[in-house]
């Protein structure tokens, strides 16, 4: 639990969460409970190392492709989806693919797609992008690594690509969009920005959740992140990026436990971790579709051990859907 350092903006943040909840459980169809919460409409507008050497190339020229990009994905309010994508997860019948299907069967998520922009990190995936989905980007990942194949967890390469994730994610905080990040592996049910409390500054998933507090440290997982653009947030991923060098050949995540409560006091950013009632997880698999949001395939390795589980996943919800009346 954070201390008092910054105890007056963790209050405030976390009133205004409880009274999202509130809402919530008021409120006639949404994300947890069917209901149309007022926070954002369906297009997401606001009412109201050594050993790491990844430094993804991105130009700082205001008009470059990235800011026409994000400008033509973003919503009203300036949020932009993403997401990760190498030419393994890329092609035909992988894992982007199952990605794109699940916005189009799930409950009011196919509007979202037209914000959803799909970062390749190798020119097969941006091939294979452009045929499938109209908003791709190509990141220069730099050092002439080949990064085309899947990547063993914990690998360098595995790490390259996570921290230049969390560097391009920062580039966009500085261009003045917030984004919500869900990586590949995950499928989605329900618009999950419905579930972002309006008072935090960063929402992060975590692999298992206890309904404690919400803003307590918890083994936290960067493959669902929530980030509002402005400078509390911006001064929080630099922050984070820059302690990646105390902890060698560790991921994201890791450091990010390690740092988030320092960075958020010093920066009075909220940080909030989201339940997996909501946000499923394979480490703690909580299968409610009446709740759930997005299902993760994390906490297991293996490309075609993660299209298995979400395959089967799709599965059932498309089952729960057809015998549901108020989801046709």
Not at 122 to 142: F, I, N, T, W
Not at 223 to 244: D, H, Q, V
Request: aromatic share 10%; charged share 20%; proline share 4%.
């Amino acid at each position: 639990m954070f201390t008092t350092a910054n105890v007056s903006r963790f209050i405030l943040a976390a009133a205004i969460a409880t009274a999202c909840g509130v809402l919530l459980l008021l409120s006639p169809s949404s994300c947890p409970t069917r209901s149309e919460l007022a926070l954002r409409d369906i297009n997401g507008s606001t009412q109201d190392h050594p050993g790491i050497t990844a430094a993804a190339v991105i130009s700082t020229t205001p008009g470059d492709e990235l800011a026409v990009l994000l400008r033509s994905a973003a919503m009203e309010d300036n949020t932009v989806i993403m997401t990760f994508t190498n030419e393994a997860m890329a092609t035909a019948g992988s894992l982007l693919d199952l990605f794109l299907e699940s916005f189009r069967v799930g409950d009011k998520t196919e509007p979202l797609l037209k914000h959803l922009v799909v970062v390749a990190m190798d020119s097969k995936a941006l091939e294979q992008c452009k045929l499938v989905h109209p908003l791709c980007y190509r990141l220069d990942m730099g050092g002439g690594t080949n990064f085309t194949a899947e990547k063993a967890f914990m690998s360098k390469e595995y790490l390259d690509i996570m921290w230049a994730r969390n560097k391009f994610q920062t580039r966009v905080l500085e261009l003045g969009y917030g984004f919500l990040f869900s990586d590949v592996d995950i499928v989605w049910f329900r618009n999950p920005l419905l579930q972002v409390p309006v008072g935090a500054d960063i929402t992060i998933s975590c692999d298992k959740y206890y309904g404690e507090d919400p803003y307590g440290p918890k083994d936290a997982n960067g493959g669902f992140l929530y980030a509002k653009p402005n400078n509390r947030t911006i001064s929080f991923f630099k922050g984070w990026y820059e302690a990646r060098t105390k902890y060698p050949r560790r991921h994201d995540q890791y450091v990010f436990s390690k740092v988030a409560q320092d960075l958020s006091m010093k920066h009075g950013t909220a940080v909030l971790f989201v339940d997996t009632a909501y946000f499923g997880s394979h480490c703690q698999p909580k299968k409610d579709f009446w709740r759930l949001c997005t299902f993760h395939a994390n906490c297991l390795k293996g490309l075609t051990n993660k299209l298995e589980l979400l395959h089967n996943i799709m599965g059932e919800w498309k089952q729960f859907r057809n015998n549901t009346s108020i989801l046709r």
